[in-house]
């Protein structure tokens, strides 16, 4: 930190909005930033452009994310399948071994 620096004077009226820097003596307040320039035609159009590209970011960015949802259920589809009919056939081949074992099927359901 630079020691030589003074700090900002924030002053402020009784009400608690902040004076205007630019009052009848500029100078009085060293830590103030210069009054900035007015801005130019180039000014207005890199904002407009800016705001249209931040814009389109944001668009992008949500396609983006609702392709990798599409892909990961692409991915995750099959994988679901596949599990769910290994799990019945071996369902399936547990039950028909124990018919013709004649062991009585009973599928029970515990209800809290």
Same mark, same amino acid.
């Given at each position: 930190?630079?020691?030589?620096?003074? %700090? $900002?004077?924030?002053?402020?009226? %009784?009400?608690? @909005?902040?004076?205007?820097?630019?009052? $009848?003596?500029?100078?009085?307040?060293? *830590?103030? %930033?210069?009054?900035?320039?007015? !801005?130019?035609?180039?000014?207005?159009?890199?904002?407009?452009?800016?705001?249209?590209?931040?814009?389109?970011?944001?668009? !992008? *960015?949500?396609?983006?994310?609702?392709?990798? !949802? =599409?892909?990961?259920?692409?991915?995750?589809? %099959?994988?679901? =399948?596949?599990? *769910? !009919?290994?799990?019945?056939?071996?369902?399936?081949?547990? =039950?028909?071994?124990?018919?013709? @074992? *004649?062991? $009585? =099927?009973?599928?029970?359901?515990?209800?809290?």
């Amino acid at each position: 930190m630079d020691q030589h620096r003074t %700090p $900002p004077v924030l002053d402020m009226t %009784p009400d608690g @909005q902040f004076r205007d820097n630019a009052g $009848p003596n500029p100078g009085m307040n060293p *830590g103030a %930033p210069p009054n900035p320039r007015p !801005a130019t035609t180039l000014d207005r159009i890199l904002g407009r452009v800016g705001g249209v590209a931040l814009l389109v970011a944001l668009a !992008a *960015g949500g396609l983006l994310l609702a392709s990798l !949802a =599409i892909l990961f259920v692409g991915l995750v589809l %099959p994988v679901l =399948i596949v599990a *769910g !009919a290994i799990g019945a056939v071996t369902l399936w081949w547990r =039950i028909r071994r124990l018919k013709r @074992q *004649g062991v $009585p =099927i009973r599928f029970v359901v515990v209800r809290r």
